[in-house]
Protein backbone atom coordinates (compact mmCIF):
# COMPACT_ATOMS: atom_id res chain seq x y z
CA UNK A 1 0.00 0.00 0.00
CA UNK A 2 2.60 2.67 0.86
CA UNK A 3 4.30 1.85 -2.80
CA UNK A 4 0.55 2.86 -4.06
CA UNK A 5 0.61 6.29 -2.51
CA UNK A 6 4.52 7.01 -3.55
CA UNK A 7 3.37 5.88 -7.27
CA UNK A 8 0.56 8.48 -6.93
CA UNK A 9 1.76 11.42 -5.63
CA UNK A 10 4.89 10.72 -8.05
CA UNK A 11 2.36 10.69 -11.16
CA UNK A 12 0.73 14.14 -9.83
CA UNK A 13 4.19 15.59 -9.12
CA UNK A 14 4.90 14.73 -12.80
CA UNK A 15 1.99 15.63 -14.27
CA UNK A 16 1.78 19.30 -12.55
CA UNK A 17 5.59 19.56 -13.85
CA UNK A 18 4.02 18.92 -17.35
CA UNK A 19 1.22 20.89 -17.04
CA UNK A 20 4.03 23.74 -15.82
CA UNK A 21 6.37 23.28 -18.95
CA UNK A 22 3.01 23.07 -21.34
CA UNK A 23 2.03 26.42 -20.31
CA UNK A 24 5.35 27.92 -20.86
CA UNK A 25 5.31 26.72 -24.18
CA UNK A 26 2.10 28.02 -24.56
CA UNK A 27 3.14 31.87 -23.50
CA UNK A 28 6.32 31.38 -25.63
CA UNK A 29 4.54 30.56 -28.77
CA UNK A 30 1.92 33.36 -28.17
CA UNK A 31 4.90 36.10 -27.75
CA UNK A 32 6.19 34.99 -31.07
CA UNK A 33 2.84 34.71 -32.82
CA UNK A 34 2.59 38.45 -31.70
CA UNK A 35 6.49 39.40 -32.86
CA UNK A 36 5.37 37.54 -36.50
CA UNK A 37 2.19 39.73 -36.94
CA UNK A 38 3.97 42.87 -36.11
CA UNK A 39 5.74 41.93 -39.48
CA UNK A 40 2.68 42.34 -41.47
CA UNK A 41 3.78 39.45 -43.24
CA UNK A 42 6.85 41.50 -44.35
CA UNK A 43 10.55 40.96 -44.11
CA UNK A 44 11.78 43.78 -46.01
CA UNK A 45 10.38 46.60 -48.56
CA UNK A 46 7.60 45.65 -50.32
CA UNK A 47 7.53 46.10 -54.42
CA UNK A 48 8.07 49.84 -55.50
CA UNK A 49 9.45 51.19 -52.07
CA UNK A 50 12.28 53.15 -52.31
CA UNK A 51 15.55 51.89 -50.86
CA UNK A 52 16.66 53.84 -48.04
CA UNK A 53 19.95 56.07 -48.04
CA UNK A 54 23.51 53.82 -47.26
CA UNK A 55 26.88 53.71 -46.98
CA UNK A 56 28.70 50.27 -45.94
CA UNK A 57 32.29 49.05 -46.64
CA UNK A 58 32.36 45.78 -48.27
CA UNK A 59 34.24 43.03 -46.73
CA UNK A 60 37.18 44.17 -49.94
CA UNK A 61 37.33 47.58 -48.35
CA UNK A 62 35.26 48.92 -51.00
CA UNK A 63 32.70 51.60 -50.06
CA UNK A 64 28.89 50.56 -51.38
CA UNK A 65 26.29 53.30 -50.89
CA UNK A 66 22.42 53.70 -52.64
CA UNK A 67 24.12 55.50 -55.53
CA UNK A 68 25.66 51.91 -56.58
CA UNK A 69 22.73 50.25 -57.17
CA UNK A 70 21.93 49.37 -60.80
CA UNK A 71 18.87 48.19 -62.45
CA UNK A 72 18.64 44.27 -61.90
CA UNK A 73 20.44 44.44 -59.27
CA UNK A 74 20.19 41.12 -56.77
CA UNK A 75 20.29 41.69 -53.35
CA UNK A 76 20.20 39.30 -50.27
CA UNK A 77 20.60 38.82 -46.83
CA UNK A 78 21.64 36.14 -44.28
CA UNK A 79 22.13 35.68 -41.09
CA UNK A 80 24.67 32.53 -39.23
CA UNK A 81 22.45 30.49 -37.20
CA UNK A 82 19.47 30.62 -39.44
CA UNK A 83 18.56 27.05 -40.77
CA UNK A 84 16.62 29.20 -43.88
CA UNK A 85 19.74 30.68 -44.63
CA UNK A 86 21.56 27.79 -44.83
CA UNK A 87 19.25 26.08 -46.85
CA UNK A 88 18.91 29.28 -49.08
CA UNK A 89 22.69 30.50 -49.71
CA UNK A 90 24.01 27.48 -52.26
CA UNK A 91 21.06 28.66 -54.17
CA UNK A 92 21.19 32.03 -54.13
CA UNK A 93 25.38 31.42 -54.83
CA UNK A 94 23.96 29.73 -57.93
CA UNK A 95 21.54 32.32 -58.94
CA UNK A 96 24.15 35.14 -58.45
CA UNK A 97 26.40 33.62 -60.75
CA UNK A 98 23.85 33.53 -63.67
CA UNK A 99 23.33 37.34 -62.80
CA UNK A 100 23.98 39.45 -66.08
CA UNK A 101 27.07 42.47 -64.89
CA UNK A 102 28.53 39.67 -62.33
CA UNK A 103 29.73 40.40 -59.02
CA UNK A 104 28.81 43.85 -59.38
CA UNK A 105 24.99 43.75 -59.74
CA UNK A 106 25.06 41.09 -56.70
CA UNK A 107 25.60 42.82 -53.14
CA UNK A 108 25.11 40.49 -50.06
CA UNK A 109 25.19 41.77 -46.72
CA UNK A 110 25.77 38.87 -43.91
CA UNK A 111 24.14 40.23 -40.37
CA UNK A 112 26.18 38.80 -37.23
CA UNK A 113 28.96 38.41 -35.00
CA UNK A 114 32.29 38.34 -37.66
CA UNK A 115 33.38 35.02 -36.16
CA UNK A 116 30.40 33.42 -37.18
CA UNK A 117 29.82 34.84 -40.59
CA UNK A 118 32.72 34.07 -41.69
CA UNK A 119 32.29 30.83 -43.47
CA UNK A 120 28.97 32.77 -45.20
CA UNK A 121 31.21 35.54 -45.91
CA UNK A 122 33.88 32.97 -48.08
CA UNK A 123 30.49 31.93 -50.16
CA UNK A 124 29.69 34.29 -51.12
CA UNK A 125 32.68 36.58 -51.87
CA UNK A 126 33.31 34.72 -55.40
CA UNK A 127 29.96 36.38 -56.69
CA UNK A 128 29.05 39.24 -54.60
CA UNK A 129 29.91 42.23 -53.42
CA UNK A 130 29.53 41.33 -49.39
CA UNK A 131 28.96 43.51 -46.69
CA UNK A 132 29.38 41.86 -43.25
CA UNK A 133 27.28 44.46 -40.38
CA UNK A 134 25.52 43.88 -36.99
CA UNK A 135 22.25 43.95 -35.98
CA UNK A 136 20.70 47.17 -37.56
CA UNK A 137 23.25 47.46 -39.90
CA UNK A 138 23.43 50.28 -42.54
CA UNK A 139 22.49 48.43 -45.34
CA UNK A 140 19.53 46.24 -43.67
CA UNK A 141 17.47 49.06 -42.17
CA UNK A 142 17.48 51.12 -45.54
CA UNK A 143 16.06 47.89 -46.76
CA UNK A 144 13.95 47.40 -43.70
CA UNK A 145 15.48 43.64 -43.21
CA UNK A 146 12.93 42.25 -40.77
CA UNK A 147 13.64 38.15 -41.40
CA UNK A 148 16.48 35.99 -42.89
CA UNK A 149 16.75 35.11 -45.30
CA UNK A 150 15.72 38.25 -47.83
CA UNK A 151 16.51 37.78 -51.61
CA UNK A 152 15.61 41.51 -53.98
CA UNK A 153 15.84 42.60 -56.95
CA UNK A 154 16.27 46.67 -56.87
CA UNK A 155 15.55 48.67 -60.07
CA UNK A 156 16.33 52.04 -61.20
CA UNK A 157 13.90 52.85 -64.03
CA UNK A 158 11.75 55.78 -63.55
CA UNK A 159 12.84 58.42 -61.10
CA UNK A 160 16.49 57.33 -60.77
CA UNK A 161 15.91 56.27 -57.02
CA UNK A 162 16.88 52.28 -56.61
CA UNK A 163 13.18 50.77 -55.69
CA UNK A 164 12.25 47.03 -55.33
CA UNK A 165 11.70 45.35 -58.13
CA UNK A 166 10.98 41.94 -56.84
CA UNK A 167 10.55 41.04 -52.90
CA UNK A 168 10.26 37.45 -53.25
CA UNK A 169 13.22 36.51 -55.82
CA UNK A 170 12.77 32.45 -57.14
CA UNK A 171 16.07 31.30 -56.53
CA UNK A 172 15.47 28.19 -58.50
CA UNK A 173 14.98 30.19 -62.03
CA UNK A 174 17.95 31.20 -62.68
CA UNK A 175 18.24 34.59 -64.91
CA UNK A 176 16.67 34.22 -68.27
CA UNK A 177 20.10 35.36 -69.88
CA UNK A 178 21.95 32.48 -68.43
CA UNK A 179 19.71 30.27 -69.34
Known amino acids: MPFLIVAVV ?5 CTL ?20 ALNGRASLGVGETVGDFTAVTVDGAEVNRRDLADDTLVGFFSPG ?4 AEQLPKFVEFAKAVPGGRARVLATVVGDPQRTADIVARLEPVAQVVAEGQNGAVGSAFAIAAFPSVLKVSVRGTGDPVVAD ?7 LPSSAA
Open 10 to 14: FVGLL
Open 18 to 37: DLILSLGVIKRLREHTELLG
Open 82 to 85: CPAC
Open 167 to 173: ARVDLER
